[in-house]
């Protein structure tokens, strides 16, 4: 984690208030929750996979695909089976979490051949990925800062309106007092 003030940190605290809404948006049902999914993706990209070229497709997600990387994502639970978060993808289609991956601007797809059933993690995709392992660490201070600055930067527009308004009335009583 970079030290506050740094321009990738601000951008990390601007995705962990965005990765915060879409919790407390999804957090219903999980058996129909994308996010879930998309979620234990973005992480699985940013510490494990080693080949940011090679795509993210739908066998991946499929239970009976040889190819599946649902262990690697934590998705499988002690018995070969879906953990219970991750029912979304039985009776879903597997093409939804990464089309949304895309959508919000964390992926693009690999190419045409492929349709909407392979994609490659981008830049952004990454860097919610880092800040979604940084929120499953047990460290306070780490969640302390980004919510902080995440709330810093969201108020942040009413907070620079709000000193601009100050001035403008300090200006304002000066020149009404001072004035001969």
Same mark, same amino acid.
């Given at each position: 984690m970079e030290a506050p003030f740094g321009i990738i940190f601000l951008k990390k605290a601007e995705l962990f208030n965005l990765v915060?809404?879409?919790?407390?948006?999804?957090?219903?049902s999980p058996s129909n929750n994308p996010w879930l999914i998309e979620k234990q993706i973005l992480r699985w990209t940013y510490g494990h996979h080693k080949h940011l070229g090679s795509p993210i497709?739908?066998?991946?997600?499929? #239970?009976?695909?040889?190819?599946?990387? #649902?262990?690697?994502?934590?998705?499988?639970?002690?018995k070969g089976g879906l953990r219970s978060q991750f029912k979304y993808l039985e009776k879903n289609?597997?093409?939804?979490? #990464?089309?949304? #991956?895309?959508?919000?601007?964390?992926?693009?797809?690999?190419? =045409?051949? =492929?349709?909407?059933?392979?994609?490659?993690?981008?830049?952004?995709?990454l860097l919610v990925g880092e800040v979604i392992a940084d929120m499953e660490k047990d460290n306070i201070f780490i969640k302390a800062n980004y919510l902080f600055y995440s709330h810093m930067m969201d108020h942040l527009g009413a907070t620079v309106m709000m000193i601009v308004t100050t001035i403008g009335l300090i200006k304002l009583f000066i020149s009404f007092f001072y004035v001969k």
């Open positions: 915060s809404r879409f919790d407390k948006q999804y957090g219903g497709k739908t066998e991946h997600l499929s #239970l009976g695909s040889q190819n599946n990387k #649902l262990h690697d994502f934590k998705m499988i639970d002690s289609s597997l093409t939804k979490p #990464l089309e949304n #991956l895309v959508v919000r601007g964390f992926a693009n797809y690999f190419n =045409e051949s =492929e349709g909407h059933n392979a994609i490659v993690i981008n830049k952004d995709g």
